[in-house]
């Protein structure tokens, strides 16, 4: 039985990487991503099963600084 697909995304001018790492570990890493979406948009896509996940979002340089959204869905 497959899980639909969950999406992890950012939106905004400013430039955002994201982590996510699981299930039920804030070390283990499953995905990374840094503008694969439009423009500078973080996106990753993945299957995942009933879990506890954890997602990292941070700028790309250390020295910006913007508004930005974040988006997860399924």
């Known amino acids: ?7 992890f995304q ?3 001018a400013t430039d955002l990487t ?8 804030l070390t283990k890493k499953i995905a990374d991503d840094d503008d ?9 896509s993945v299957d995942l099963t009933p879990s506890a996940y954890y997602a990292h979002f941070r700028h ?9 959204r974040v988006i997860v869905s399924r």
């Open 1 to 7: 039985d497959k899980q639909p697909k969950h999406t």
């Open 10 to 12: 950012t939106l905004g």
């Open 18 to 25: 994201v982590t996510l790492f699981g299930p039920d570990s």
């Open 36 to 44: 694969s979406g439009a423009g500078r948009i973080s996106l990753i």
């Open 60 to 68: 790309f340089s250390d020295k910006r600084k913007g508004n930005h």
